[in-house]
C-alpha cells in the first residue's frame, strides 16, 4: 500500500479534530529537528573556518585580475560572505580593493535586500527607508550601502545598492517592477549591460541571485506549478524622506529546490564557474549567457525545482 494511499485513508476516517493535533505534532516535530540540523551546520561550519588560514590583499587581488576575470570599467555584482573569507585586512579595505579594480568608469553592484520575503517585510510592521534599513545581505553589503555616493533601488524585498558609475539609471525604477527580478530591475540591467557576478566566499547555489531573473523573465510561463500570487502595498521612505507605497508580490513555487544539482549538471564553466583557492569557494558568472540558457532550459522544463515521487498538485 503506497504513501499516498495511507494518507487518503488516514484523511478520511480520522475525525477531523485528531488530523489538527496531528498536524500541530507534526510541525512541532519538524521545527526541532530543522533547529537541530541548523546548529550541527553552525557549528560545522564554524569549526571548518577556524581551521583557515587568513587571505591577504595580495591573494585576493590575485583572485580578482586572475580567474574571476574582473577588469576596468566592468559592472559587478559581489555576493559575499566575509566570515568564509577570513581576510587578514578589513572588510572595507576590500571594498576600496573592488573600486580599485575596476576604475571610475565601473560599476559595482551588491545585493541590499533587508527582507528575505514580501510576507516577512509585512509582518514586520515597519516601512522600508532607504537610508536607515539595514541589508540581511551581508556585511560587505552593508559596508557599500554606507559607502558615501553609493544608492540604494527603493524596492523592500529586493533593493539593490550600487556604486560607480551610472549608478542612478540601473537603480531607478525598481519600485514600479512588478517582479522584482524582471527585465527592468536592477537585475535585469546588470544583464543587459553583460554584466558579471561574482561570489567571495560563497558558491553559485548559494548566492546567484540572478537565478530568480529567469523566473521574471517568463513569469506565467515559467514551467512550475506556482501557489497564488500575493500582493502587498509595502510602506517606504525614500531618500528625500517622503513616503511612499510600493506593490510587493509574494510568489511562492510547488516544489524544493535544488540549486547545486541544476548549476552542477547544466551550465558549462564558460557561463558559470565554481572553483575554491585556500579551501574557500568562489564563482564568476556571464549573466547574459547565463539568462539565455537558464530561459532556454526552462522551456525545455528543465529548472533548479524537483519534486516528491509522490506528485505535486496542480
Known amino acids: 500500500m503506497g504513501v499516498q494511499v495511507i494518507n487518503n485513508l488516514l484523511k478520511q476516517y480520522t475525525p477531523q479534530l485528531l488530523l489538527e493535533n496531528l ?80 576604475g571610475e568608469e565601473g560599476l559595482l553592484l551588491f545585493p541590499s535586500y533587508p527582507f528575505t520575503s514580501a510576507s516577512r517585510f509585512v509582518a514586520k510592521g515597519k516601512p522600508f527607508d532607504l537610508k ?4 540581511t545581505a551581508g556585511l560587505l553589503s552593508e559596508l557599500a550601502r554606507r559607502t558615501p555616493g553609493a544608492l540604494r533601488s527603493l524596492h523592500p ?63 506565467e510561463d515559467f514551467p512550475v506549478p506556482k501557489f497564488p500570487n500575493t500582493y502587498y502595498n509595502g510602506e517606504c521612505i525614500d531618500y528625500s524622506g517622503k513616503a511612499v507605497r510600493v506593490k510587493v508580490i509574494d510568489y511562492h513555487y510547488r516544489g524544493k529546490h535544488d540549486y547545486r544539482r541544476y548549476m552542477e549538471n547544466y551550465f558549462p564553466d564558460d557561463i558559470c564557474y565554481d572553483f575554491e583557492e585556500k579551501r574557500r569557494p568562489f564563482f564568476v558568472c556571464q ?22 515521487e509522490r506528485g505535486v498538485e496542480k
Open 157 to 219: 524585498t529586493k533593493s539593490v545598492c550600487a556604486i560607480g558609475k551610472n549608478a542612478r539609471d540601473i537603480i531607478s525604477g525598481h519600485e514600479k517592477c512588478e517582479y522584482p527580478f524582471d527585465e527592468m530591475s536592477p537585475y535585469g540591467s546588470l544583464i543587459k549591460l553583460n554584466g558579471k557576478v561574482i561570489g567571495l566566499g560563497v558558491r553559485s547555489d548559494e548566492g546567484l541571485t540572478i537565478l530568480h531573473c529567469i523566473e521574471g523573465v517568463l513569469r
Open 287 to 308: 549573466s547574459k549567457l547565463f539568462l539565455d540558457f537558464g530561459v532556454k532550459l526552462a522551456r525545455q522544463g528543465i529548472t533548479w525545482y524537483t519534486f516528491p
Open 132 to 135: 536607515r534599513t539595514p541589508t
Open 23 to 102: 498536524k500541530g505534532v507534526r510541525s512541532v516535530i519538524n521545527k526541532v529537528r530543522n533547529t537541530h540540523r541548523e546548529r550541527l551546520r553552525s557549528r560545522k561550519r564554524k569549526k571548518f573556518i577556524q581551521s583557515l588560514e587568513c587571505l591577504s590583499e595580495g591573494n585576493i587581488a590575485g583572485l580578482l585580475s586572475g580567474p574571476l576575470g574582473i577588469r576596468k570599467n566592468d559592472i559587478v555584482m559581489i555576493h559575499s560572505s566575509m566570515d568564509m573569507l577570513k581576510l587578514n585586512f578589513t572588510p572595507v579595505r576590500l571594498l576600496n580593493l573592488l573600486q580599485d579594480v575596476v
